[in-house]
């Protein structure tokens, strides 16, 4: 593996996470690469129409300024969806932003999988 192959993000584990409050639900998109230890997130959807129509932008080059985007909807085939309370997702956001550790990363999400939407 090159020096750009090893700095270039390539997720292969995609997670929705699903926030219900009271009120309303709240969307998430996380891209995870075990191999780098990369992690991604995009936020704000009320609503899951609006999450698909999104499109994800994608490095062509580790470090370049071109890009590619790929529809969100296409990722959510594969996606895992997760189906938290408040606590639960305050518990991923701090994985999250915590230094990257796979074994913390897989006992969450086998805790909190759902793919029955």
Do not use: C
């Not at 090893?6 to 219900?20: E, G, Y």
């Not at 992690?39 to 300024?65: C, M, V, Y």
């Not at 796979?102 to 939407?117: C, D, G, L, S």
């Amino acid at each position: 593996m090159n020096r750009r192959q090893r700095h270039k993000m390539i997720p292969s584990t995609w997670i929705i996470a699903i926030k219900q409050t009271e009120a309303r639900k709240y969307y998430a998109l996380y891209a995870i690469d075990w191999k780098r230890g990369g992690r991604l997130s995009w936020e704000g959807w009320n609503n899951l129409a609006d999450l698909l129509q999104f499109h994800i932008p994608i490095k062509r080059k580790a470090g370049g300024t071109k890009s590619t985007t790929q529809p969100a909807a296409k990722i959510a085939k594969k996606a895992l969806y997760l189906y938290l309370d408040e606590t639960q997702y305050g518990e991923l956001e701090q994985l999250f932003y915590q230094p990257f550790s796979k074994k913390k990363w897989t006992v969450f999400i086998h805790e909190h999988a759902n793919n029955n939407m």
